[in-house]
């Protein structure tokens, strides 16, 4: 009688184990992109707190009184804040009325954004939005 040869696995075996790690793969991706998702608003509301760290001492350093808008370019180019590789846009109101100061900025990523909020940003103040906002604390100011 002649020897089988037993040095490998079966095709049934071989599509089990794809069967197994697709169900796994499934799984892993469905919990991993919510924290992914998650971890790019919490940059940008760390950069959102950048922003507006920035942008305050600008409105000291220029000795502005009154309502004033920067634009993340003017911050940036204040040297204040270094650039970010990311494709940012942005801008920050200051209102100040009888010694009062209120603040409000606007930051995007190009997929999330940070839209009106007041300083202290976290990664729930962060909706989803390819909106600009650039020139938008602009149109505030008129």
Known sequence: MKKLNKNGFTLVELLSVIAILSVVVLIATNA???????????????EANKFVTAAKTLYVNQNVSGTKCYSLEDVINSGLMEKNDEAYSGSFLIEENSGKYTYKIWLSNGTNLVDGKSPDITSDDVITSSDDASEVCGAQED
């Open 32 to 46: 991993v992109v919510p924290m992914m998702t998650n971890a790019k608003k919490q940059v940008l509301a760390t």
